[in-house]
């Protein structure tokens, strides 16, 4: 037998101003049961925020995903241009959150509520899109195999040259700089380098392709001009390389992505057909060149 329910027992959730806020806040803090020898000890764990993140364009909603409810004005910048809605920063006119509260007063998502000009906006509504996404999938929703592979602009500035001891340099200097991972061990983090290995700038998330919008939406948000930032820096992710990091950092510009895990066949293909430098299995002392070279002249494919 179906029940019947009264809309009036469904409450609509609260909406209210989110305030902005770091990535080592977007933690919860519970008590666990932590087992040591065989003996189990109650104590405080500190976890990592996993919340619904509605991007909606003039006063559409296009798209959710699960993300870490910071840094979200990066997150609407850093989506919008990776993903083709936008193609440079004076196309989003402002971007205001929105928080979601259900009746007991716990988050249930924020939305994103970006100003879109005319054209992108118009642009936007005849892609028909509607993607619902999730953490660990940056495709879903994808109504053609047309909308899955975005064409980059073709790179015009010379690529980076990155040394093995400048990857070596990154990764000692990106440690100190992921107060989220450090706090929950829970998050990936991508982060710019320049080409000493200095670590210039990072973002975290639960997402890797959530952190790597982040981060370009931070180099947006500061009016960079890509022609002249790329050939001297480049991308370091904690992740595995999918495609679609390889496509996301070609739809910024960049030429190089250094990950420390291993990138997947359709990523190398396409990182060999944009002239990319990708590197997987980064560890110091050590990574393997999957295209492209390290400038060093005694560097091998498997280094």
């Not at 087992?35 to 500190?46: C, F, I, K, S």
């Not at 909603?61 to 910048?77: G, I």
């Not at 999938?137 to 064409?151: H, I, N, P, R």
Request: with cysteine; charged share 15%; glycine share 8%.
């Amino acid at each position: 037998m179906t029940e019947v329910v009264d809309v009036k027992d469904c409450p609509l959730p609260v909406s209210s101003e989110w305030s902005s806020m770091s990535a080592e806040q977007a933690v919860s803090t519970l008590n666990v049961t932590r087992w040591r020898e065989g003996q189990p000890v109650l104590v405080p764990d500190a976890v990592a925020q996993e919340v619904p993140i509605a991007l909606v364009y003039n006063g559409i909603s296009h798209v959710v995903m699960l993300a870490t409810p910071a840094d979200l004005e990066d997150f609407a910048y850093g989506f919008s241009f990776t993903e083709g809605i936008i193609t440079h920063r004076g196309q989003i006119y402002g971007v205001e959150a929105k928080a979601l509260f259900d009746a007991q007063g716990q988050l249930q998502g924020v939305e994103l509520h970006i100003e879109l000009a005319t054209q992108q906006f118009t642009a936007l509504k005849a892609q028909r899109r509607n993607l619902t996404g999730r953490t660990g999938c940056g495709l879903c929703g994808a109504e053609s195999l047309q909308q899955v592979f975005k064409q980059p602009k073709s790179a015009t500035s010379a690529l980076v040259a990155v040394s093995s001891s400048a990857i070596d340099a990154a990764m000692l200097g990106l440690k100190s700089q992921q107060p989220l991972q450090q706090l929950t061990g829970a998050t990936h983090a991508s982060a710019i380098a320049d080409a000493s290995g200095q670590v210039v700038c990072v973002r975290e998330d639960v997402g890797r392709h959530n952190a790597l919008d982040k981060l370009i939406g931070s180099l947006l948000r500061q009016d960079c001009d890509f022609s002249m930032f790329w050939p001297q820096h480049w991308v370091l992710t904690t992740s595995r390389a999918s495609y679609e990091m390889v496509q996301k950092v070609a739809m910024a510009g960049g030429q190089t992505l250094i990950a420390l895990s291993a990138p997947t066949a359709l990523a190398v293909s396409l990182a060999q057909e944009y002239g990319f430098l990708l590197v997987g299995f980064a560890k110091i002392g050590q990574c393997v060149v999957y295209s492209g070279a390290l400038s060093e002249t005694d560097a091998r494919e498997s280094c």
